[in-house]
C-alpha cells in the first residue's frame, strides 16, 4: 500500500555527456505523467531489450512552483545489468485546463452513493458519527507481512482523521467530520497455517488486545465491526490501478493522488499497474455484490457497489484522498 518515491536521477542535456544519458530529442515522445510501466514501455521503443526505471514524484504530489521547477517523473534506460545509463526522458505534467477539478471536502451532505437499488442512497448523512477503513492483503500472504499492514494502514486512518479534523474545527463530530475507524481483518487463511472451513480468527488470539486498542486510531476487530453493520456488510470495495487512464473513461473529480473512478472495473484486472479483482459475483435477489475477502474468509463480505479507482502510484498518501472521496460521495464503510 506505500510506496517510497525514488529520487530524481540527474541526466545529460540532449545531445548527451560524459555525466549522463542522452536525452529523448529523437526518439519517441516521453510519457505524461509517467508510471513505472510507461517508463518500461518507452525505453522499450526508444532502446530495445533495455530496462525502464522511474523516478521522481508523480505529477500529482507536486505543487505548481515544483512542476516550474522542472520536478515531475524521470524515465531513464538501462542495460541489462542495470550498470550503464543508455536513454532517459523528462516526463510532462498535463496543463492546467487539462487536469480533473480537485473536490472539496466541503460541500453538501446526503449525496447518494452506489447505482442501483434504492439502499444505495445515504440521504442522512448528518446522522453518521463513525466511518469504517477495511483492508485486506493479497491471498498467500505470511503472517508477519498481514502483520506489518496494520501500522501502514493505521498511518492512512490518521492521516484521514486529521484532514477531516482540520476541515471541520479541529474536531470530529458527525456527516462530513466523522471520525474514520480502522478494522482489523480476520485471519482466515494464512500460508502454512490453514483454518478450519476458513473461520474467522480475531487479531487478539495472537496479541493483547489492550496493546491493539491503544494505538492511536480506533480500532475494531472485524466482528465488531459485523455486529455494528448486523453483518460482514460494507457500502464500497476498492480495486485499484496506477495507470494512466484517459478522462472519458473515468467519472468523479480529483482529489490530489485520486485521480477518479474508472468506468469499468476491468480497468483494475491484469493490466500494467492494476490489482488483481477479488472474487466477486452480483447477487440480484439483494442487489449487491458478493466479493472475497481476507484469505478467501467464509461469506467474505456484501458490498453495495465494487470500484475501479485510478491512483498516482498508490502510496498512502493516495489512499487517504480516494478515503476522502468515498466518504464525501456517503461511503460510511470502504474495502
Avoid at 60 to 75: E, K, Y
Avoid at 136 to 159: C, H, I, T
Avoid at 169 to 178: E, Y
Wanted: proline share 5%; charged share 25%; net charge negative.
Amino acid at each position: 500500500w506505500l510506496v517510497v518515491p525514488l529520487g530524481i536521477i540527474a541526466v545529460g542535456d540532449a545531445q548527451g555527456d560524459a555525466n549522463g544519458p542522452p536525452s529523448d530529442a529523437n526518439g519517441p515522445n516521453c510519457p505524461e505523467d509517467a508510471t513505472l510501466h510507461a517508463c518500461e514501455e518507452w525505453c522499450e521503443q526508444a532502446v530495445p531489450n533495455s530496462r525502464g526505471v522511474l523516478s521522481g514524484s508523480p505529477c500529482a504530489h507536486l505543487t505548481a512552483q515544483q512542476m516550474q521547477r522542472g520536478s515531475g517523473p524521470h524515465c531513464t534506460c538501462y542495460d541489462s545489468s542495470y550498470e550503464m545509463e543508455l536513454r532517459s526522458c523528462k516526463s510532462t505534467c498535463p496543463a492546467s485546463e487539462d487536469k480533473m477539478e480537485e473536490e472539496s471536502l466541503d460541500g453538501e451532505d446526503g449525496v447518494c452513493f452506489g447505482h442501483s437499488g434504492t439502499s444505495t442512497c445515504h440521504g442522512r448523512q448528518e446522522s453518521v458519527t463513525r466511518r469504517f477503513a477495511l483492508y485486506d492483503v493479497k491471498v498467500g500472504e505470511g503472517f508477519n507481512l498481514q502483520r506489518e499492514v496494520f501500522p501502514r494502514m493505521g498511518w492512512v486512518v490518521s492521516q484521514l482523521n486529521k484532514a477531516i479534523k482540520e476541515s471541520c474545527g479541529g474536531k470530529h463530530g458527525s456527516g462530513r467530520c466523522a471520525e474514520w475507524v480502522l478494522v482489523l481483518p480476520p485471519w482466515c487463511r494464512l500460508a502454512h497455517w490453514p483454518t478450519r472451513d476458513q473461520e474467522h480468527v480475531p487479531w487478539r488470539h495472537f496479541f493483547l488486545d489492550s496493546a491493539l486498542k491503544s494505538a492511536k486510531v480506533p480500532v475494531i476487530e472485524f466482528e465488531e465491526f459485523t455486529y455494528a453493520e448486523n453483518g460482514p456488510r460494507v457500502d464500497l470495495v476498492v480495486t485499484t490501478t496506477t495507470e494512466r487512464l484517459q478522462r472519458k473513461t473515468m467519472h468523479g473529480r480529483q482529489n490530489g493522488g485520486f485521480y477518479g473512478w474508472a468506468n469499468s472495473r476491468g480497468a483494475c484486472s491484469g493490466r500494467a499497474g492494476g490489482q488483481p479483482l477479488a472474487g466477486h459475483a452480483w447477487e440480484s435477489g439483494v442487489e449487491r455484490w458478493r466479493v472475497a475477502y481476507s484469505g478467501d474468509c467464509q461469506d467474505g463480505v456484501s458490498a453495495i457497489d465494487y470500484r475501479c479507482a485510478a491512483l498516482a502510484d498508490a502510496s498512502g498518501r493516495d489512499i487517504v484522498d480516494l478515503l476522502l472521496t468515498a466518504g464525501r460521495e456517503g461511503a460510511r464503510s470502504v474495502l
